[in-house]
């Protein structure tokens, strides 16, 4: 592939290559990075957050390479593997005299740039969503069973980057119905999900806890016009920066003439639609909208190779976006060019006060996914998270870390704990505390299990809380207090409350080891007008957790 590019496209990928691979070296890890950091130090076929290609391809850097680059190293590797693509995808005699607007168009796509060195979920699923519009253009020229198996893998490799990638191949087939009637279309779809049974199996096995997630237990809270929809907009001028009015201009210019073509537009549409709408119920993220990038790339640079004044306009643009964007890349690294506090900035500071403080005694972290995996990579010492019910489960919920902490002299912070001489700023200015747990003993898989589907908010009924013990040791029951957590619509908690439980069995002291035992209670009176109820559990008089789930009231 490499024998068929100009030299000049060559050097100027090259280019790109050493200029990310040096920033992905120098720049310390964000905390979403080191979350997924923390998910390929056991690898699976799925996790808490997302599916498992991302961990994959950080285990592979991680083969190749130390510290921060041994993180990024293949999210380097995949930008020029996109760009590549991206190449490839646009048919037009004239595109060798204009490679330098090919990468100022690209460049200059802020996320796309981004994505570059950065090692986030949307890293392989450009990537892929790149290659599959590679392969989906030679398969409707010339369909056969081989090509089939082929769109099938990448398919199944878009699925296991993101669930978002399901857009992109629903979107494609959309602009192309007579796929229906292709024997080889539904070859692909067969190897796709034969590709993704392992990732079924995973989801099955784990209560399809992340399906479970991202449909149902994330929390948006109330619409608001400009925390949702506005932001929605305000992410689409940033996806392009300066370039963003001639970008959508193009986009409503170009009339599809061939099946790729009408393919490319039906994408862009697809995720603009799909999204605005989304807007009206939660928060749309701009990486969530970031695949349009790939598409657009390519009818923003074959449009302006027929179109020269507005070609003048997208390489003055998008300059002007490279400068921008390159200065706020050597801030991440060097903080007075970085026009806010950024997490780059201060992560090594905090964790190294931390461990200054916690010497080699393990660190619990309350209601953070992301920081017990940033100190873990730069201090190389244990940590954990213990998620309470005002936050929400993640990796840490449901693998096998907080057998690791379990009887051990601990440093526990919190930015819920009252006022102790250890505090720790992190970024944002947000202060947490410190104490230290000298036998410290969490239960926080311990399951409320409750059978009814909805129940009377002022009800006197007495209902039935079975509690599931899954591990194995036997509990004391009285190191275990019971809450209730009042929940609004949006299953925010408004209050919660003790609990008072009778066990059914009075004589039983003991939950056993994968064993359940059951009680009864009664709603106690609230002055909140909760749409929800969810019974958690204390343990050793830590704050409630999240044991059990949310229950309709009326």
Not at 44 to 56: L, N, R, S, V
Not at 354 to 371: C, H
Request: positive net charge; glycine residues 4%; hydrophobic residues 50%.
């Amino acid at each position: 592939m490499l024998l068929k590019l100009p030299k000049l496209f060559i050097a100027l990928l090259g280019l790109l290559l050493v200029i990310n691979l040096v920033q992905a070296h120098f720049t310390d890890l964000i905390y979403d990075e080191a979350y997924y950091w923390y998910y390929a130090k056991a690898i699976d076929w799925g996790y808490f957050d997302h599916p498992p290609m991302m961990a994959w391809l950080i285990k592979l850097s991680g083969f190749l390479f130390n510290g921060e680059l041994g993180v990024r190293f293949m999210s380097c590797i995949l930008s020029v593997g996109t760009l590549i693509l991206l190449w490839l995808l646009v048919d037009h005699k004239k595109k060798t005299d204009y490679i330098i607007h090919f990468f100022v168009v690209t460049f200059s796509m802020t996320l796309l740039n981004a994505y570059g060195f950065l090692i986030l979920p949307d890293t392989p699923l450009l990537f892929f969503t790149a290659m599959f519009l590679w392969v989906y253009k030679k398969f409707i020229a010339a369909p056969s069973a081989l090509l089939g198996v082929f769109l099938g893998l990448v398919m199944a490799a878009l699925m296991y980057s993101k669930y978002h990638a399901v857009l992109v191949i629903v979107f494609v087939l959309l602009s192309n119905l007579s796929l229906l009637k292709n024997k080889y279309a539904w070859l692909a779809v067969g190897v796709a999900l034969a590709g993704y049974i392992p990732h079924f199996a995973w989801l099955y096995n784990h209560d399809f806890v992340s399906i479970k997630y991202h449909l149902i237990e994330r929390s948006n809270g109330a619409y608001n016009f400009e925390r949702f929809t506005l932001n929605y907009f305000l992410n689409l001028i940033a996806l392009f920066g300066f370039s963003f009015p001639l970008v959508y201009y193009i986009l409503y210019k170009t009339k599809p003439v061939t099946i790729f073509e009408k393919a490319l537009v039906f994408l862009t549409y697809g995720i603009l639609l799909f999204f605005f709408v989304s807007s009206f119920s939660k928060r749309v993220q701009a990486q969530w909208i970031i695949v349009i990038c790939i598409p657009l790339a390519i009818l923003v640079f074959k449009y302006i190779l027929d179109h020269e004044r507005i070609r003048k306009w997208v390489l003055g643009l998008g300059i002007a976006n490279i400068v921008v964007l390159l200065v706020l890349r050597v801030g991440l690294v060097y903080k007075p060019l970085f026009p806010i506090y950024y997490e780059t900035h201060v992560s090594k500071e905090w964790v190294n006060r931390i461990e200054e403080e916690a010497g080699d005694n393990p660190v619990v972290f309350e209601n953070s996914y992301s920081a017990p995996a940033l100190y873990s990579f730069y201090s190389g010492k244990t940590a954990f998270a213990l998620n309470s019910v005002y936050y929400r489960k993640n990796q840490y919920s449901i693998d096998n870390s907080e057998a690791t902490v379990q009887h051990q002299k601990v440093l526990y912070i919190s930015s819920h704990l009252k006022p102790t001489p250890l505090n720790f700023t992190k970024v944002n200015g947000d202060v947490y505390f410190g104490k230290y747990i000298d036998n410290f003993e969490s239960f926080r898989n311990l399951e409320c299990i409750i059978d009814e589907e909805e129940v009377a908010l002022a009800s006197e009924k007495e209902l039935t809380l079975k509690v599931y013990n899954p591990y194995k040791t036997a509990i004391p029951l009285e190191k275990i207090e019971f809450g209730i957590s009042y929940n609004d619509k949006y299953k925010d908690v408004l209050k919660v409350l003790p609990l008072k439980v009778t066990p059914k069995n009075p004589t039983i002291f003991t939950l056993k080891s994968n064993d359940t035992l059951s009680f009864t209670f009664k709603l106690p009176k609230t002055d909140t007008n909760p749409s929800y109820f969810r019974v958690v559990i204390s343990e050793n008089k830590l704050h409630y957790g999240l044991n059990g789930k949310n229950i309709k009231l009326h």
